[in-house]
């Protein structure tokens, strides 16, 4: 009797997904393209300041998340959801969004938004305490 060898080849399940933020009441603009698995989509840590203080500001205007977040694109393997995020930020990008997405190389123009009414605790001081003592 010869012995047989079966080969099986494991795959990772395909768990990442490809999302996009946009302003609530038009989906047309784009702020931020992301691959992300599990809730990435909706949580605000590690963003840029301004990303965050944008998140922030859409939610403190009545808007829930699943109004700002869409899911492009689900099932996919962590490499084919980097190919796909880089081809919707050049998509975006060749259609003159400014996005929140960190530039590569630099001569991109890069989203910027600053809310001068609710400073970010985390990036800079927002002042004494009242009332003074």
Same mark, same amino acid.
């Given at each position: ?36 698995? /599990? ?6 840590? $590690?963003? *840029? ?6 998140? %922030?500001?859409? @939610? !403190? ?31 975006? /990008? ?6 929140? $997405?960190? *530039? ?6 890069? %989203?910027?938004? @600053? !809310? ?18």
């Amino acid at each position: 009797m010869a012995d047989r060898v079966i080969e099986i080849v494991l795959r990772p399940y395909p768990r990442c997904y490809v999302y996009i933020h946009h302003h609530p009441q038009r989906e047309t603009d784009v702020v931020y393209v992301g691959k992300g698995t /599990r809730g990435r989509a909706w949580d605000d840590t $590690n963003r *840029s300041p301004e990303h965050r203080c944008w998140l %922030r500001d859409i @939610q !403190n205007l009545g808007f829930a998340p699943d109004t700002f977040v869409r899911i492009e694109r689900r099932k996919l393997t962590s490499d084919e959801a980097e190919r796909e995020e880089r081809a919707l930020i050049a998509f975006y /990008r060749r259609q003159g969004k400014l996005l929140f $997405n960190k *530039s590569r190389n630099k001569k991109r123009p890069v %989203r910027r938004y @600053q !809310n001068k009414w609710m400073p970010d605790p985390k990036f800079g001081r927002l002042g004494p305490p009242w009332p003074p003592a």
